[in-house]
């Protein structure tokens, strides 16, 4: 859903629950207007969870512990390469 339609989904339930007063004689206006802030928060909850579990770590090697590969160039100095490494928490594919 997203954080925009989470959002949208709460200010969208709050309008109908507490501005809007028509009568419908088969639809409560307010209950809908409670059930859509409820999946909004749900919603929004739900998506901060998600993305707090793809954060991931990422490790860097010094050059004490592995030597730094070395690429050809055509002048005079050296670039030096360094390797990255990225962990992911879980089960490894």
């Known amino acids: 859903m ?9 200010a ?24 859509l802030m409820a999946a909004g928060v749900f919603g929004l909850i739900l998506t901060m969870w998600f993305w707090q579990s ?18 050809p160039t055509t002048s005079d100095h050296v670039v030096e390469e360094q390797y990255r490494e990225v962990r992911r928490p879980g089960r490894p594919v």
């Open 2 to 10: 997203g954080i925009g339609g989470s959002i949208f989904l709460v």
């Open 54 to 71: 793809r954060r991931r770590a990422v490790v860097t090697r010094s050059a004490a512990e592995e030597p730094a590969a070395v690429a």
């Open 12 to 35: 969208l339930g709050a309008i109908l629950a507490f501005a809007v007063e028509a009568e419908l004689g088969f639809l409560n206006l307010n209950t809908v207007g409670w059930v």
